[in-house]
Each structure stands twice: as structure tokens, then as C-alpha cells.
């Protein structure tokens, strides 16, 4: 397996569904980044499970445990080590799994063949969205260190089961999404469940995901994650380019099926004059006067703000029944999925796409030596 992404600013991924914990190490964070307990926790809580109706009712609570790398409240620059531990867990559920039925849409089949059937397949095991939750840990202290240039790292969901949202402004995805309360910190409390901007629409998503629910089926969606005020430069073609890594860094999430950057799959069905960004003069800035790029161009950030569009499936875990091969037995049998699983799982994978994000660009930033090794 290939655990690790980054050059610069590297992480690592630790931990199964069922295991004893989930984690995840960073290093080359650079030393006396005044970093606190509750800065991470904050963010790890936008993804905690079992907080409404309309996600799983596998309730974690994901406290987070630093292991290495800070010493009063500063990072040290040594490795640091976070980890949440896994209590709520029921692998009884997966016992149909143990006898050779292979779930549609998971990865029982192809690791089953990969590993030789001694990957741990409860809840997903390796391949659990329960691993994003050392995705999110890690963006934290990412995006603390992109606080330093004043980026700024937002994402938030644009679209489930066909309900697409409403455009809206920057300030109303602050306002709407994570509202932050006196003293800095939101505390991961969203003004709606499904973390949309458009509250109208938010209400729709709701109740289509209540149906699916209810049905014992699922539903996909969209998510958009934008960075502002990069500075142009960031990206290391012709193989390390900025789009390139942040897809790959994107599709290391469970369940991402499709990334597009500004006008995306929407260029080809347009001329070259119209998805041209013509470039002006701004307040003595070269900028452009449309994003159709998404601030990306030749894989370099170009100033302009990035925007990425991520396209996640409906979840794999579905209650009604269906037919599949016992891998085991060889022959076909009727498999009806048991345990507690999302009916979509979009709005807490929006934390986790902001957290790839600031991972990617934050590596990026080392790299051109815009963050220094020690932080004074």
C-alpha cells in the first residue's frame, strides 16, 4: 500500500474502520507554529459521525490524541502524530463479508484479489471514509500554515441527488457553511446538515436524503472547494502540477468518482473565445476578468482564486437487497447489507476536501519557499 502524499509537507495514514484507531502523521511542518489541541479538534468535529439523522448512527467521538511533534503548544519539528480512537465499532455487521460475499460497489472484490483475502474487510477497513478523519486532522494544521500567507481554504456541498444550489457569494459560503464565532472557531457547527450555502436548497437536499434513506438507498452529489489569495507560481510541471496533485490528493478520498477544475467538462462544449480568461489590469494586478481556468493555468496558480468541483458517488452501502458472487463458494447469492451507513455521504466529505486542499497547497507553498522552517 501506498500510505504517503507530499514532498514537502508529507503526511501519513494509519489505521482501519474497526481497528483501535485511525491516525495520521505529519511531517515537515516547519517548527513554533503556535498550534492548540482545540484548533485540530475543530475541524475533526465537522466530520464527526452520528450527529444527525441523515448520516451514519456510528457515533465516535473522535477526541483527538497528539502523540508527537508540539511541546507547549508550539510544533518542535519533529513528526507529528495525531490519532482518534475507534469505540462505537460493530463488526457483527460484516459477517456475511467473512463468508466470501463481495458488496457491490466496495472494494471487497479487487482487495480480496490484491492481498491474497487478508486485508481487513470490516466497516471498509483500509478503505473506509473512517480513515479521512486523520485527512482532516492533518488540513488543520495545513490550513494554519496557509494562515500565515492569508489563504484561505473553503469548500462546501453544491449539489445532491440532482438538487443543484444556488450560486453564491464568498461571504455567504462563510456565513452559511461554518459560521465562525467569537474568539476564532466555529466549532463545526453548520447552519444546515448538509452544509450548503443555499439555505433553501439545504432543505431540499435534506429531505431527498431522508427519502433515500428510508427507501434503504443512497444518493450522491457535488462539492466545490475554493482557495483564495494564492499567489501566482504554485505548481511543478510537467509531472507535479498544481491541478495534478490536488486530483490525486482529491481521489484519495473514498467515494470520489470525477474532479473538474473551472469551467471543467463544460469547455468542450464551448469555443475558444468564450472559455479564454481575457487578462486585465486591477489595482496594479494582473488578474483575469472570468475563472474559467479555476486558477490554474499550465498546472501554475495564476492568482486568480481556485476552484475545484469534486464528484462524489452515492454511498456503496445500500439495504436493499442485492444479487452477488460469494467469492468464496463461486456461485451467485443474495446479499441484504447490515450496519449503520450514511444514505449520502457528501456533507462530511466536505471537511475532507477542504482538508486535501489545504494539504496540497500548503506542500506546494514549502516547496516554493514561502513558509520558513522556523516560525518566529
Not at 28 to 57: F, M, V, W, Y
Not at 199 to 206: H, R, S, W
Amino acid at each position: 500500500m501506498d500510505n504517503n502524499f507530499g514532498k514537502d509537507f508529507k503526511i501519513t495514514s494509519f489505521g482501519e474502520s474497526h481497528g483501535r484507531c485511525v491516525g495520521i502523521v505529519v511531517d515537515g511542518c516547519p517548527a513554533g507554529l503556535k498550534l492548540e489541541e482545540k484548533e485540530i479538534q475543530e475541524d475533526l468535529d465537522k466530520r464527526k459521525p452520528g450527529q444527525s439523522e441523515i448520516s451514519t448512527q456510528r457515533k465516535e467521538e473522535d477526541k483527538v490524541e497528539i502523540l508527537s511533534g508540539i511541546l507547549n503548544g508550539f510544533t518542535t519539528g519533529a513528526p507529528i502524530c495525531f490519532l482518534v480512537w475507534n469505540k462505537d465499532v460493530k463488526s457483527e455487521s460484516y459477517e456475511e463479508i467473512k463468508k466470501g460475499l463481495v458488496r457491490p460497489g466496495h472494494v471487497d472484490f479487487t482487495a480480496f484479489v490484491k492481498y491474497g483475502g487478508f486485508n481487513d474487510g470490516r466497516g471498509g477497513g483500509r478503505f473506509s471514509g473512517r480513515i479521512t478523519a486523520g485527512f482532516v486532522m492533518a488540513g488543520a494544521v495545513a490550513k494554519k500554515l496557509l494562515n500565515l500567507l492569508k489563504i484561505e481554504i473553503l469548500a462546501h456541498t453544491i449539489e445532491i441527488g440532482g438538487i443543484r444550489a444556488e450560486k453564491k457569494s464568498i461571504s455567504e459560503i462563510r456565513k452559511n457553511v461554518y459560521p465562525v464565532r467569537k474568539g476564532g472557531l466555529s466549532n463545526g457547527v453548520c447552519k444546515n446538515e448538509v452544509r450548503c450555502a443555499d439555505l433553501k436548497m439545504a432543505e431540499k437536499m435534506v429531505e431527498e436524503i431522508e427519502k433515500m434513506r428510508k427507501e434503504g438507498d443512497s444518493i450522491g452529489g457535488i462539492i466545490e472547494g475554493i482557495a483564495l489569495n494564492l499567489p501566482v507560481g504554485l505548481g511543478e510541471p510537467i509531472f507535479g502540477t498544481l491541478d495534478g496533485e490536488i486530483s490525486k490528493a482529491l481521489f484519495a478520498i473514498p467515494g470520489v468518482k470525477g474532479v473538474e477544475f473551472g469551467s471543467g467538462f463544460g469547455s468542450a462544449r464551448i469555443k475558444g473565445s468564450q472559455n479564454n480568461d481575457l487578462f486585465i489590469i486591477k489595482n496594479g494586478k494582473i488578474l483575469t476578468e472570468t475563472n474559467n481556468s479555476g486558477g490554474i493555468l499550465g498546472g501554475i496558480s495564476n492568482g486568480m482564486p481556485l476552484l475545484v468541483r469534486v464528484a462524489i458517488k452515492p454511498t456503496s452501502s445500500i439495504s436493499k437487497p442485492q444479487i452477488t458472487v460469494n467469492i468464496k463458494k463461486m456461485k451467485m447469492e443474495e446479499l441484504r447489507i447490515e450496519g449503520r451507513h450514511d444514505p449520502c455521504i457528501v456533507p462530511r466529505a466536505v471537511p475532507v476536501v477542504e482538508a486535501m486542499l489545504a494539504i496540497t497547497i500548503c506542500d506546494f507553498a514549502l516547496r516554493a519557499q514561502l513558509i520558513p522552517r522556523v516560525i518566529k
